[in-house]
C-alpha cells in the first residue's frame, strides 16, 4: 500500500495486454481503485475475476477507445460511480507488421484509429475533467520504441508518434491547470506506475499550493 494511491481512482486502457495487466495489477496493489478498459470482454472478465479474487479493487468496462461517443459515456460513468478520475495510463494499441510499401489502407486507417485516435479520445476525455479540478496525471505508453526507425512497424510508428506528439503538446497546456502528462518508454510495469506516483506526488503538492 503507497500514501499516493490512497483514495485514489486510476484507469487503463489496453488493460489485457501485458503491460496494461501488469498496470492494473500494479496499481491495485498499491491501493488505487483500477478501472481495466479493454474491447475483449472475456479476457477482461478472466483479469477482473483473478485480482478481485486477490482482494484487490478493479472494475472492468469493455469499451472500443477508437469511439469518441463511447469513450465520453465511459469516462461520464465512471466519475458518478467511483469518483474523480486521479490517473489515466493510456496502453491500448495495435501491431500491424509488415514492410512500408505494402501497408494496406485499413491497415493504416486502423493502426492510427486505435493508436492515434484512442489516445486522443480518452485524454481529451479526462483531461477535460482534470482540469476543472485542478489536478490529476496521465501517462501514456506506447507498447514498442518508435524514436528509432525500424523495418516493418511504418503504420505503428507513425500512428505512436502521433500520439506522443499529442500528448506532448497536452501536457505543456494542462501543466499551468495542475494536470501533469508524460510519456513513459515501455520497459515495465513498475516504471510506469513509478511515475504515475510520482507525478499524482506532483500533483497534490500543486493542489496544496494554488
Not at 40 to 69: F, H, K, N, P
Not at 94 to 118: E, K, M, T, Y
Request: proline share 3%; with cysteine.
Amino acid at each position: 500500500m503507497n500514501a499516493e494511491f490512497r483514495h485514489k481512482t486510476a484507469l487503463v486502457t489496453g488493460a489485457c495486454t501485458p503491460l496494461g495487466a501488469e498496470v492494473v495489477e500494479s496499481l491495485a496493489r498499491q491501493g488505487a481503485l483500477v478501472v481495466a478498459v479493454d474491447s475483449d470482454g472475456a479476457r477482461l472478465a478472466d483479469l477482473v475475476e483473478r485480482l478481485r479474487g486477490d482482494g484487490l479493487r478493479v472494475a472492468g468496462r469493455q469499451i472500443d477507445v477508437t469511439s469518441s461517443a463511447a469513450v465520453d459515456a465511459l469516462v461520464d460513468q465512471v466519475e458518478r460511480e467511483y469518483g474523480a478520475i486521479d490517473a489515466l495510463v493510456t496502453t491500448a494499441s495495435v501491431l500491424r507488421p509488415g514492410p512500408a510499401l505494402s501497408i494496406s489502407d485499413d491497415d493504416w486507417a486502423h493502426s492510427f484509429a486505435v493508436n492515434a485516435d484512442g489516445v486522443f479520445n480518452v485524454s481529451r476525455a479526462v483531461a477535460a475533467r482534470m482540469v476543472e479540478r485542478g489536478r490529476g496525471t496521465i501517462v501514456m505508453v506506447p507498447a514498442h520504441a518508435v524514436a528509432v526507425p525500424r523495418s516493418g512497424i511504418a503504420a505503428y510508428a507513425a500512428s505512436r508518434a502521433a500520439a506522443v506528439a499529442y500528448t506532448e503538446c497536452l501536457a505543456l497546456e494542462v501543466a499551468p491547470r495542475g494536470v501533469h502528462c508524460a510519456v513513459v518508454a515501455p520497459t515495465d510495469a513498475r516504471r510506469v506506475v513509478e511515475e504515475v506516483r510520482f507525478l499524482l506526488a506532483d500533483s497534490v503538492t500543486d493542489a496544496v499550493g494554488a
